[in-house]
């Protein structure tokens, strides 16, 4: 939703404009013709007529092309930040998962993501694996080599599993004071 407002408005704004220069530099036209072959002198006004319209019309329309550009760079930095996050959270990410998260298209999310990569590359890193996959790496992992790109082990602590490794530990003290005691012969 970032960005879409200023878009929208944007839009509607710069519709608004071409109307009301389509409508007022018609206007201002006809009414020319007709004050010229009627009375000259009121020609005058048709020209402050199209002065009015070309005096409303074009800062419509520069206003909706900056509001559309502002509502479209609002929408890429938020989509950015949500790429860097993501890439905090996961370490590396590829362009399919990163289009699910973003609610976009592949190419879209592939884009934006070589991009950053492009743009920051002490931030986002591209990589290709053996198979040819692209995957993009966080700032985390950006100066890691890509063998150690594997995902940590995941372990439950608790109280239970403690209590496991302690008595596991002795076992093997156990074990490594045994082997080293040998009977005498």
Known sequence: MAGKPSKIGGVVTG?????VLLFGLSIALGLGVLFYVLWKPLVALAAVLMAIS?????????????????????????????????LSQLGRVSAVRAAGALGVRVEEADALL????????DRV??????DGAVWYRGAALAHTPASVWAAPARVR?????????GE??????????????????
């Not at 419509?60 to 938020?78: M, Y």
């Not at 890193?125 to 053996?130: G, I, Q, S, T």
């Not at 596991?168 to 012969?185: D, F, H, N, R």
């Open 54 to 86: 070309l005096g409303i019309g074009i800062p419509l329309v520069w206003g909706g092309r900056a509001l559309r550009r502002s509502g479209t760079d609002v929408e890429r930095q938020t989509r950015e930040q949500a790429l860097l996050s993501l």
């Open 157 to 165: 602590v608790g109280a239970r599993a403690a209590q496991e490794q």
């Open 168 to 185: 596991a530990e002795g076992e093997s003290e156990e074990a490594e004071a045994k082997a080293g005691e040998k009977p005498a012969t």
């Open 114 to 121: 070589t991009a950053l990569a492009k743009g920051q590359p």
């Open 125 to 130: 890193a591209l990589d290709v694996d053996e």
């Open 15 to 19: 519709v608004l404009g071409w109307l």
